[in-house]
């Protein structure tokens, strides 16, 4: 399984973004996908994901009701957008999208799991990330 994310850029606090993350490969009806960012100086955290059906999805506390996970399914490749609404300064990160096989529920309770932190929160596939800046 392949993700590339685009879409980052430079935005005022109020702005919008969306985030794509295109994903490629075999068997990708088994693949949950998460969202994570990642601060200049801080840990990478759990940002948003959503099921391989794109039926189920779940937020960090900061982000619910700016931001939106929503997922285009064909036969063999997928896109899953992140889309940024009233960004803040705070929001300001390296954002990648990354791919576990099986429930999302696990994606969304490794964010909280200090063990799975440690593993880069057991996800099976990374893509390289999107700089989002979000100027004051």
């Known amino acids: 399984v392949q993700l590339q994310a685009s879409g980052g850029g430079l935005v005022q606090a109020g702005g919008s973004l969306r985030l794509s993350c295109a994903v490629s490969g075999s068997s990708l009806d088994y693949y949950a996908i998460g969202w994570f960012r990642q601060a200049p100086g801080e840990e990478r955290e759990g940002v948003s994901c959503i099921s391989s059906s794109g039926t189920l999805t779940y937020y960090t506390s900061s982000v619910k009701g700016r931001f939106t996970v929503s997922s285009d399914n064909s036969e063999n490749t997928r896109t899953v957008y992140l889309q940024m609404n009233s960004l803040k300064p705070e929001d300001t990160a390296v954002y990648y999208c990354?791919?576990?096989?099986?429930?999302?529920?696990?994606?969304?309770?490794?964010?909280?799991?200090?063990?799975?932190?440690?593993?880069?929160?057991?996800?099976?596939?990374w893509g390289k990330g999107t700089l989002v800046t979000v100027s004051s």
């Open positions: 990354a791919a576990k096989k099986g429930p999302v529920l696990a994606i969304y309770e490794a964010w909280s799991d200090y063990g799975s932190k440690q593993h880069d929160y057991d996800m099976d596939y």
